[in-house]
C-alpha cells in the first residue's frame, strides 16, 4: 500500500496517462492526479520519472517496501526539501517553513551559504540557508530507506 505525502504541481500528459493506467479522467484534477502518481509508482517505480511530464514535486510512502520515494519535475519548477532528523526520519515538502514546523527539526543557519548568497544573490546547488535541510535538485529522484537518502538523476536536457 502507497499514500502520497506531499505534492504540488501539475502533471501536463495526464489524459494520456488515465488511458494507459485507466484512470477516470472525469475525476477532479486533485483525485486523478493523486491516482497518475500513485498507479505510476506502481506500475513503474523509479522509471515513473520517463512517463510523467509536468511541473510537479511529490513524496510517496511505500508501506511494503518501508521507504519513501520523492521526484521532482525535470527543470525544477516546482521546490522540494528535505531533512533527515537525528533519529533517522525523512522530512520532506515544498516548503522549508514546514519542514520546521516538525520538533525533530534543529534549527541552525548554514553559514557556509552566506558566501555564495552574497556572490550570487541565491543560494545555488543542493544546500539551503539551514544545515541539514538540503533542495532536491531538477530531474532527479529521492529514495529513503533505513535511515539512508539515494539520490538518482533521471533527467539531462539536451540539446
Known sequence: MSKILEYSGHIRNWKSLCDELGIDNTLS????????????????????????????????????????????????????????????????????RKIMEDSAFKKELNVDMLQLYMTFTYVPGEDTFFKGVKKLLPGRFLTFKNGQVSINRYFRPEF
Not at 522509471?47 to 510523467?52: G, P, Q
Not at 514535486?57 to 527543470?75: G, N, P, S, V
Open 29 to 96: 484534477r486533485k483525485e486523478r492526479e493523486n491516482e497518475i502518481i500513485l498507479k505510476a509508482y506502481e506500475a513503474w517505480g523509479g522509471e515513473m520519472a520517463n512517463h510523467i511530464y509536468g511541473m510537479f514535486a511529490f513524496a510517496i510512502l511505500d508501506e511494503q517496501k518501508d521507504e519513501i520515494f520523492c521526484m521532482r519535475d525535470q527543470f525544477g519548477t516546482k521546490p522540494f526539501f528535505y531533512y533527515v532528523t537525528e533519529d533517522g526520519r525523512l522530512l520532506c515538502s515544498g516548503s522549508i
